[in-house]
């Protein structure tokens, strides 16, 4: 039962990824960076500490009590993955959209899942699967199959992509931020590029391990205070206020940098643009681009804590990403053999889901 909540959950914490950027599509007359902090004010400041504060009782007090090392190496992360963020458009920008996010979404995915494993086989910790745990084990190598699987369908999927472009020429494309790019096609630079991007994005992960003391103190606390009901589904609330701060460091420069050199400072109080719906419509999208980690903590605290989580999150994130594709008819116009294709890789990515979440039902 731990498992199909679990699953469920990280459902719904992929699907709130993969559909965060709808809203910002409402906004008007604003440029990106306009949009982006302001929804990421909400995202990363202003939500993450109204959650921890609705469900963790002393939330501050468990981060004051914390070592400056534990918050300093949470927050670092979170500054990196910033970075691999930000970074993903330089992967698109040189192999194109499908290219590039299969290969960034890939590596995410295997580095996110398996290098904290590795880490516990040299550092072990009580309650931590190392890798030879989970390759020795029947449970830890169903769902090595299913991180296996997921990559086919991701390699599938960046297959369709790069079918499908070049059917549609198109000469512009745009990140998964929104932002307009022109694809230069580098391969050398661009696989570069695309790894950076792709094992800083996995930072988060990391970030989410070094933060665990905090989770851990406060799902000691809420077991005292209701013996054997399991695990506190909320206890990662308060490891995201310290990890969001780094994100935001980075998105925020980077916004403000460009708001400098486009010269679009006066977006914010622009009285010739819907302000008001603009303002809404991005805390709208902040929003729900944190409920995916809000969802991404209850269903870890089901499903335990290792590497099933993170490519649960992440074949959800991809799977609701190419689904919304198909609805708002991206793939219009295609051959029947690209729109096979997509359909093959949607359905193996699914497939993998099915499987991950069979190895926890093994190891419960």
Request: hydrophobic share 50%; charged share 10%; proline share 3%.
């Amino acid at each position: 039962m731990n498992a199909l909540l679990g699953v469920i959950f990280h459902f719904i914490g992929g699907f709130a990824s993969g559909s965060f950027y709808m809203p910002y599509k409402k906004v008007k007359g604003w440029n990106w960076e306009s949009f982006w902090i302001v929804g990421g004010m909400f995202s990363w400041l202003i939500v993450p500490p109204i959650a921890a504060w609705l469900t963790i009782p002393g939330f501050v007090e468990i981060i004051k009590g914390t070592g400056s090392g534990t918050l300093g190496i949470t927050y670092l992360f979170g500054v990196l993955w910033g970075i691999g963020g930000l970074t993903y458009g330089l992967g698109v920008r040189y192999l194109g959209v499908s290219l590039g996010s299969s290969i960034i979404l890939g590596l995410c995915m295997v580095f996110g899942a398996i290098i904290p494993s590795i880490y516990y086989n040299f550092f072990p910790q009580e309650g931590k699967d190392s890798f030879s745990t989970i390759a020795n084990s029947h449970w830890g190598l169903t769902v090595l199959t299913g991180l296996l699987v997921c990559i086919v369908g991701i390699i599938i999927s960046g297959k369709a992509g790069v079918m499908k472009e070049k059917e549609l020429n198109a000469a512009k494309t745009s990140d998964p931020h929104g932002m307009e790019l022109k694809t230069e096609y580098k391969f050398a630079l661009g696989m570069f590029v695309s790894i950076v991007s792709g094992v800083l994005s996995a930072c988060f992960n990391f970030g989410l391990e070094a933060g665990k003391p905090m989770a851990d103190l406060a799902n000691g606390v809420w077991k005292v205070a209701n013996p054997n009901q399991g695990n506190f589904l909320y206890q990662n609330n308060v490891i995201y206020v310290v990890l969001l701060w780094g994100g935001l460091t980075t998105n925020f420069i980077w916004c403000m940098i460009l708001n400098a050199r486009n010269k679009t400072f006066g977006d914010y109080t622009n009285k010739q643009t819907p302000l008001l719906s603009n303002y809404i419509f991005s805390a709208l999208a902040g929003t729900t681009w944190f409920l995916q980690f809000f969802f991404y903590g209850m269903g870890e605290s089901k499903l335990g804590n290792g590497p099933s989580s993170w490519i649960l999150h992440m074949a959800f994130i991809i799977l609701t990403a190419n689904l919304w594709g198909l609805v708002l008819k991206e793939w219009k116009g295609v051959n029947k053999k690209t729109a096979t294709t997509i359909i093959i890789g949607i359905l193996i990515i699914v497939v993998s889901v099915l499987i991950v979440g069979y190895g926890n039902s093994l190891k419960q």
